[in-house]
């Protein structure tokens, strides 16, 4: 089994990576930073013996560029690279689309459109959603934040749209009378302090770790929280169209197969992202591909 893990340089999107090498698949870790990309592939060789793992150059934001990826055959996606700003001002993409929209969603869906040809008929793609979409509607006057930005409302709704995408993606999947799975994954409250030391992609001191503690009863490490993602990659009884998250108040624990939330039940806020998404971008990741 060969997977693609966006941003698996760092964070939550590492942690994902190295279970699945350990669990036996071949890793491509999806990056625009070479040197981050090689020493998290070098500590995941540290961990897991024999590790197979490569880097493929990835840059989310810049959506030209992604006709030029060159991940092999893959078996499975997993979405997990973003960005997100916490102040002013608004930032723009190299081809004009607000920054975390045009990363966090609209790069994801044209990587998934480009990478069809090389998914296997079976592939799975997993969309790292965010509780931090679960209270997000979007605004289709004004979807990239051109008429009022605030950086906090702009990253949830950039999330929210990348698991709306993913759950209309397998609607359309499954009208298309394809085997392939599109799922979403969510990390529940991952914090650094948590997290164990993975030299140098993460260090964590044993003052960090003591300030953490009280945390541990209801949040978790970006270990713990990229495990639904894995669940959701590996599981035999996984199914297209599901949302997976941990199962303690939906922020720590073993993966669990969650109920949509509100504003994800609907599918015409779906149609109308994709929609919007195709107009955007010139791509559409099912139309001849399926």
């Not at 966006?6 to 890793?27: H, M, R």
């Not at 994801?108 to 965010?130: C, E, N, Q, W, Y």
């Not at 970006?222 to 495990?227: C, I, M, P, V």
Request: charged content about 20%; proline content about 6%; aromatic content about 6%.
């Amino acid at each position: 089994m060969r997977v693609l893990v966006t941003g698996g340089n760092a964070g939550i999107g590492y942690f994902a990576a190295e279970q699945l090498a350990s669990a036996g698949a071949e890793v491509v870790i999806g990056s625009r930073d070479q040197a981050k990309a090689e020493a998290a592939a070098a500590a995941i060789r540290a961990q897991v013996a024999g590790a197979k793992v490569r880097h493929v150059r990835l840059d989310l934001a810049d959506l030209a560029s992604l006709a030029e990826v060159d991940t092999g055959p893959l078996d499975a996606v997993v979405g997990n690279a973003g960005v997100m700003l916490d102040h002013p001002p608004r930032r723009e993409t190299p081809g004009g689309h607000e920054l975390m929209f045009g990363t966090n969603h609209l790069g994801h869906f044209v990587l998934v459109a480009r990478l069809m040809p090389v998914l296997a008929p079976d592939a799975r793609i997993v969309t790292m959603g965010s509780f931090a979409a679960k209270s997000a509607s979007l605004d289709f006057a004004d979807l990239q934040s051109e008429r009022d930005y605030q950086p906090k409302r702009a990253y949830e709704r950039s999330k929210l749209a990348q698991m709306l995408f993913a759950l209309e993606f397998d609607r359309r999947l499954r009208a298309a009378g394809s085997k392939r799975l599109s799922v979403v994954a969510r990390p529940g409250g991952a914090l650094d302090a948590l997290t164990p030391s993975r030299p140098p992609v993460h260090v964590r001191t044993a003052g960090q770790w003591l300030k953490g503690l009280p945390a541990r009863v209801i949040l978790q490490g970006k270990d713990a929280g990229a495990r639904p993602a894995v669940r959701a990659v590996l599981g035999p009884d996984v199914t297209g169209g599901q949302l997976w998250g941990p199962r303690v108040f939906g922020l720590r624990g073993r993966p669990r197969l969650e109920q949509r939330w509100a504003n994800l039940t609907g599918d015409a806020a779906a149609e109308r992202l994709w929609a919007a998404s195709v107009e955007l971008t010139g791509v559409d990741p099912v139309a001849g591909n399926a």
